[in-house]
């Protein structure tokens, strides 16, 4: 069964304390793995798409890297602004429509 | 470029009373996509259409719950009747199918409905 988990569920820092989100995933063929922000009364804002291992992408403080079984989502100096929850994804290969498994998200809090 | 447009942003209404939730996907994107977002079971998807066509409804919950995409501007979520468990956040997300299925889902701001 195709699956996602995130750890931690809820990981606070200092300002400026760099730290590391976890997705692992368990699916039949990749044919991605995205990244989402999602902040409070809103819907998840799409950050990165990653599609195959060792691929990177970059955005401001954020990094994404990808394994053939994990990702990371790197927070480099985070600000308070980056506290929200972040969601990975992913998208099964064969015999699949364009269906996202979802994990249940880390939510993150930068502390001034 | 506008987003993903939903309506109502806020439901709140009697167990049994009809609910229908509404969603304007992006301009051009040919996929879209319903899902609910609890506290306890996080993301899950409802129902999808490409091209206006229901693809998979597994994700429906009962009988209660019906989905349309009359055209490829509109689409429609009904609860009826409605119950208090069915209390939740309702995403509509769209996505440019043509691009390939990996194109990421962009998502409106949802419907948070509550049943009382």
């Known amino acids: 069964e195709d699956q996602v988990t995130q750890s931690p569920e809820a990981l606070r820092l200092q300002e400026g304390e760099s730290s590391s989100l976890n997705c692992s995933y368990t699916v039949s063929g990749l044919r991605g793995l995205f990244w989402y922000r999602q902040d409070p009364g809103k819907g998840p804002e799409f950050l990165f798409t990653?599609?195959?291992a060792g691929e990177e992408k970059e955005k401001e403080r954020l990094k994404a890297t990808l394994t053939k079984k994990e990702s990371f989502l790197h927070i480099t100096a985070p600000k308070p602004e980056d506290s929200a929850t972040y969601l990975c994804a992913v998208l099964p290969g064969a015999g699949n429509t364009g269906k996202l498994i979802f994990g249940q998200g880390t939510t993150l809090q930068v502390k001034p | 470029d506008a987003g993903v447009i939903q309506s109502p942003r806020h439901e709140v209404t009697e167990m049994g009373q009809e609910v229908t939730l509404r969603c304007k996907p992006i301009?051009?994107?040919?996929?879209l996509f319903w899902y609910r977002q609890t506290m306890m079971r996080g993301l899950e998807l409802l129902i999808y259409?490409?091209?206006?066509?229901?693809?998979?409804d597994s994700g429906m919950p009962e009988d209660r719950f019906s989905a349309k995409m009359p055209n490829a501007s509109f689409s429609t979520l009904k609860i009826q009747p409605s119950e208090p468990r069915d209390s939740a956040v309702y995403f509509c997300?769209?996505?440019?199918?043509?691009?390939?299925?990996?194109?990421?889902?962009?998502f409106g701001d949802g419907t948070r409905l509550s049943i009382l």
């Open positions: 997300a769209s996505r440019n199918r043509e691009r390939g299925l990996n194109q990421p889902q962009h």
């Open positions: 259409f490409n091209n206006n066509v229901p693809i998979d």
């Open positions: 990653l599609y195959s």
């Open positions: 301009s051009g994107h040919n996929s």
